[in-house]
């Protein structure tokens, strides 16, 4: 009986360490397949290497879009002035705004939900402390990016690396970096990848 009990404790020890020396090996493998992802954390799911090649694909498809149609991107005035000059936001504008965003393909219904409501807070804010000089309290920078150098943002789109920082069923965190560092969330949608979300995390600092 000794022995029997001393085979089935190696037996349990074995299958203890069997499991997240898989999940090692499967991300190993999963790195050598992009070169361009790493991984911070264990994801609550395992994502496939086609969805990763796929949801980069969307990220840079979007920067590549972003870049070419900027101009009239940024023409939307948002923001506009009532006849005593205080500022008001324009929610038909906003609607087209959005509307022209999301005909890129790469922006998903959640980005616009998000931004739908973002327009209606900052309708509020403006009605309930009125202002009329000076920029516009949350327009006075590139909504997309998140900075007032979009150029950096949109002309990295070659150089950028991504790090996967969690994945959960149909969504991905990821964070890209050259100049900013900025963390998109994918969900995948009629087996597409497109944007939930894009949030600025701050500037890269160049190494001494």
């Excluded at 360490?17 to 999963?30: A, E, G, K, T, W």
């Excluded at 920082?165 to 991905?172: F, G, P, R, Y």
């Excluded at 890209?176 to 600092?205: C, M, N, Q, R």
Aim: contains cysteine; charged residues 25%; aromatic residues 14%.
């Amino acid at each position: 009986m000794g022995h029997l009990n001393e085979s089935n404790k190696l037996i349990k020890n074995k299958m203890k360490y069997s499991i997240p020396v898989l999940l090692l090996i499967v991300f190993m493998s999963f790195s050598n397949i992009i070169p361009c992802l790493s991984m911070t954390e264990k994801p609550y799911h395992i994502i496939e290497s086609k969805d990763s090649t796929n949801v980069v694909k969307s990220i840079k498809g979007f920067l590549k879009w972003y870049k070419v149609n900027y101009k009239k991107s940024s023409g939307f005035r948002l923001v506009g002035s009532d006849k005593s000059g205080h500022y008001f936001v324009d929610q038909k504008l906003c609607e087209k705004y959005l509307k022209h965003l999301k005909s890129s393909g790469y922006i998903s219904d959640a980005y616009v939900t998000k931004w739908k409501k973002y327009f209606s807070e900052k309708e509020k804010n403006f009605k309930d402390n009125p202002q009329n000089e000076g920029p516009p309290e949350g327009f006075d920078y590139d909504l997309v990016s998140g900075t007032q150098e979009p150029d950096l943002f949109y002309n990295s789109s070659e150089n950028l690396k991504f790090i996967i920082l969690k994945v959960e069923k149909s969504k991905i965190f990821i964070k890209s970096s050259d100049i900013w560092e900025h963390e998109f969330t994918l969900s995948k949608s009629g087996g597409k990848w497109k944007i939930d979300a894009i949030e600025i995390l701050g500037y890269v600092p160049k190494p001494n």
